[in-house]
């Protein structure tokens, strides 16, 4: 017999060791990241009724913001929640079936949101590029079937990894040293040879990772061509107004992204991973509303007429 199987125990639940590192700051810790919770569902969640409701929203730029917003809405309360838990218990013992949820829904949303920004440069590329065909592209039958893409892609290829990584035998200490079940910290424990998971890991990161953000890169090089064509300094503002948060998103959501994942497992350093995936987790997903609502005329006033709807004489000076 295979000595690794014959030392395989047997266990039905990872333990997550969370910070319990840092007993003397966790309720500090705790207050900070609840209000960045809250913060970021409400951002979210005001981006998603302003452009179901509002009539001046209904484009495919803003159909596919609300979609964002969704899933970015359902990607944080997968992990935030128990990491907040954990700020308060220390540790906390998560089922191996539980471990294995929380990892499949975490890449398949965070790859749904990877495919859905590609989706969302295209719209911008033929909105520039090609401003006359655009409404001729672009349609809702399109925007749906991106949508639909996106989405069964991210849970597809998540189905795969997460499947390949939980046959592995776990016969080290079961004691994840993360705040979630994050692809590098279960592959540590795996006490089997992991270069073919690895293999398979990097293959999905570069399905779901690096080829939309090659693509978005290379719609932006003829995004930012067209713009540099337009003669009026006002229209290479206002075309470029129209792009900049989903590109700064973008940067943000497939830098940390890629310098978690796409890396073999011998870089792995936890301490690191877990400083970057509070960021990725917390820091960035409660600015993606700032991003867009602060740099977007429409968004800010669509806002406006939502929090303020009785007072329409107030609003026709700013609509004209």
Same mark, same amino acid.
Do not use: W
């Given at each position: 017999m295979d000595p690794l199987q014959k030392n395989h125990t047997v266990n039905s639940e990872f333990i997550i060791l969370g910070f319990g590192d840092l007993v003397e700051l966790q309720l500090l810790f705790f207050g900070l990241f609840l209000i960045m919770h809250l913060v970021t569902l409400a951002g979210h969640t005001a981006i998603v009724l302003v452009t179901l409701t509002d009539s001046c929203l209904q484009t495919p730029m803003y159909f596919f913001l609300r979609n964002l917003s969704t899933i970015e809405i359902c990607y944080i309360l997968v992990i935030v929640p128990n990491m907040l838990a954990s700020f308060l218990s220390g540790s906390q013992r998560m089922s191996f079936t539980g471990c294995a949820l929380q990892m499949h829904l975490f890449i398949a949303l965070g790859g749904a949101e990877c495919f859905l920004l590609a989706a969302m440069a295209y719209d911008r590329f033929v909105a520039i590029c090609k401003p006359l065909r655009y409404p001729l592209i672009v349609t809702r039958a399109l925007c749906l079937q991106? @949508?639909? =893409?996106?989405?069964?892609?991210?849970?597809? @290829?998540? =189905?795969?990894l997460t499947t390949l990584i939980f046959l592995l035998p776990f016969c080290h200490s079961h004691e994840i040293n993360h705040f979630f079940c994050d692809i590098p910290a279960v592959l540590f424990l795996a006490c089997s040879d992991t270069r073919a998971n690895e293999i398979a890991v990097f293959l999905v990161c570069m399905l779901i990772l690096l080829i939309p953000f090659l693509l978005i890169l290379l719609s932006y090089v003829f995004i930012i061509a067209a713009i540099l064509r337009i003669h009026s300094a006002e229209g290479r503002s206002k075309a470029f107004s129209?792009?900049?948060?989903?590109?700064?998103?973008?940067l943000l959501h497939y830098g940390c992204a890629i310098f978690i994942y796409i890396r073999p497992k011998s870089c792995y350093t936890p301490e690191q991973d877990k400083i970057v995936s509070l960021i990725y987790t917390n820091v960035t997903p409660m600015l993606y509303p700032m991003i867009y609502s602060l740099r977007n005329k429409e968004v800010k006033g669509a806002l406006r007429r939502l929090l303020l709807p009785h007072n329409p004489m107030k609003r026709q000076p700013s609509a004209r």
């Open positions: 991106m @949508l639909a =893409l996106a989405c069964i892609s991210g849970f597809a @290829l998540s =189905l795969t129209t792009c900049a948060g989903h590109l700064l998103v973008s």
